[in-house]
């Protein structure tokens, strides 16, 4: 009996691996190390999947404004994109459009009188046709809106003049009761016009250059979730004061427009007032970081407690003398303080 017992201690020591089960400290061990794996994983992965959201949205961005430069080219006409104001945070944009100038107007007749009192401006009175209007210009009402800073214009006698009033009538009204005479719908450009008073201009020798509208068949396309693009944000911290990245266009009196527009000519460069800028700077920010109004970068030397950014960024940037899009990383927080400029990388051609 002694010598089989023996003999089982012998086996067993031999044969470590045969016991049935952990003991309790290495199950603890185990099952620690399991719970920091996991952490550190779901870590990893809420990171990467900030990131991709951010440079998503930034890739969106870049491909819709070189989609309406193509779209220009193909047209032979304006084409751009209009991005749109967020209704509760007018400092962020969430959707665009596609949009496009439409053919210039040449309808109907019009004599050219000098305003009374006034060296600056002249006024086009529409002729009638048995009481009827001949230009319709009521029904481009809509289009004509001269309280934008974007104004229409129009092209007389080969000399382009900015309609800066109008005063017309709305189509879709019912006539007046009892019936009053027939209204004469006019516009006021300036500057004065070149030629003399009572010049009567005929169908087809002017063109009227209406304001963009959305394409056919267009709706809004919106960003990623969370994912907006800063306002606020889109321009250079200088040592004295920051030098605006965005079109002074955009906002008239320190308040963004509700549609922000950037106009791509046939030859795929940009037109109009947003044209003079040479480098417009789009972030594409978190709207959690967004919200917080932070600056874009978390700065070396940030004292205890500051709050920091908790997601990637993108710029997206356009050249306007080229129509040429690129999309790039904000500059480190070990350059900033070198350039001042957090869109360095950009505009040193640094892209993704």
Same mark, same amino acid.
């Given at each position: ?54 440079? &998503? ?83 481009? &009402? ?33 006539? =007046?009761? =009892? ?40 709706? =809004? ?115 900033? =303080? ?15």
């Amino acid at each position: 009996m002694t010598t089989s017992r023996q003999d089982d201690r012998r086996r067993q020591d031999r044969n470590p691996g045969s016991r049935s089960a952990f003991t309790l400290v290495e199950m603890l061990v185990v099952i620690t190390i399991m719970l920091v794996m996991m952490g550190v994983t779901v870590a990893v992965i809420n990171v990467s999947v900030e990131g991709e959201r951010i440079r &998503s949205g930034a890739s969106q961005v870049q491909s819709y404004l070189a989609g309406a430069r193509d779209r220009a080219a193909f047209a032979g006409r304006p084409c751009g994109v209009r991005f749109i104001l967020d209704e509760l945070d007018p400092t962020l944009v969430r959707s665009m459009l596609y949009i496009q100038v439409p053919d210039d107007w040449q309808q109907g007749s019009f004599v050219v009188n000098d305003v009374q009192g006034d060296l600056y401006c002249s006024r086009l009175v529409e002729e009638l046709v048995d009481r009827q209007s001949t230009t319709d210009w009521g029904d481009l &009402s809509l289009l004509l809106n001269t309280t934008q800073l974007r104004k229409p214009k129009i092209m007389i006698q080969g000399h382009w003049y900015t309609v800066v009033a109008t005063d017309l009538t709305d189509p879709n009204l019912p006539p =007046p009761v =009892p019936p009053v005479p027939p209204h004469h719908q006019s516009l006021t450009i300036c500057p004065r016009f070149r030629g003399s008073d009572g010049t009567r201009v005929q169908e087809g020798d002017y063109r009227l250059r209406l304001q963009p509208t959305i394409m056919p068949g267009q709706e =809004p396309v919106l960003l990623p979730a969370g994912v907006v693009i800063d306002l606020d944000m889109c321009r250079r911290m200088r040592t004295s004061a920051p030098a605006e990245t965005l079109p002074l266009s955009w906002y008239p009196n320190n308040t963004y427009l509700a549609a922000l527009d950037i106009l791509f000519s046939p030859n795929g460069t940009v037109i109009g007032p947003e044209a003079s800028k040479g480098v417009i700077h789009l972030l594409v920010n978190d709207v959690t970081d967004a919200n917080q109004n932070l600056f874009p970068i978390d700065l070396l030397g940030a004292p205890p407690g500051t709050i920091r950014n908790q997601s990637d960024k993108r710029v997206v940037t356009l050249f306007t003398r080229t129509g040429y899009v690129t999309t790039s990383t904000l500059v480190s927080d070990i350059d900033y =303080p070198l350039v001042l400029n957090q869109f360095h990388y950009a505009e040193r051609g640094e892209t993704e």
